[in-house]
């Protein structure tokens, strides 16, 4: 799964497999049972419309309307684990593991 990840295929993995790979990238912030069990059901949400996302924006080829919808997405998961994690495992969230998990563009 990590070697995956660090070959830059995050968005051809299954939004299971997306969701499997962020939770274990949130090891450090320390989850306990009834937080990570939450965690999982609000990153499969986010990882299964933007999946749809994706789909309809390769049909429609649309991009604008993409990236809108996908900040949307984001917005939507941060603020439900904003009410699940403590202030400091949103600030680690935030700042170290989320952008860790974006899909990197492969360097030329």
């Known amino acids: 799964m990590t070697s995956l990840m660090a070959q830059g295929n995050m968005q051809r993995l299954t939004p299971e497999e997306r969701t499997k790979a962020a939770i274990e990238k949130m090891a450090p ?5 009834d937080t990570k069990a939450k965690t999982e059901v609000i990153m499969s949400d986010f990882y299964t419309a933007q999946q749809k996302a994706v789909d ?15 900040k949307e997405l984001s917005d939507a998961r941060d603020g439900k684990l904003k009410e699940i994690f403590t202030q400091e495992q949103m600030k680690k969230w935030l ?4 952008p860790a998990l974006r899909p990197q563009r492969p360097k030329n």
Do not use: C, G, Q, V
């Open 29 to 33: 912030l320390n989850l306990d049972a």
């Open 56 to 70: 309809e924006m390769r049909a429609s080829n649309d991009r604008e309307t993409f990236m809108a919808k996908r």
């Open 95 to 98: 700042e170290e593991i989320e």
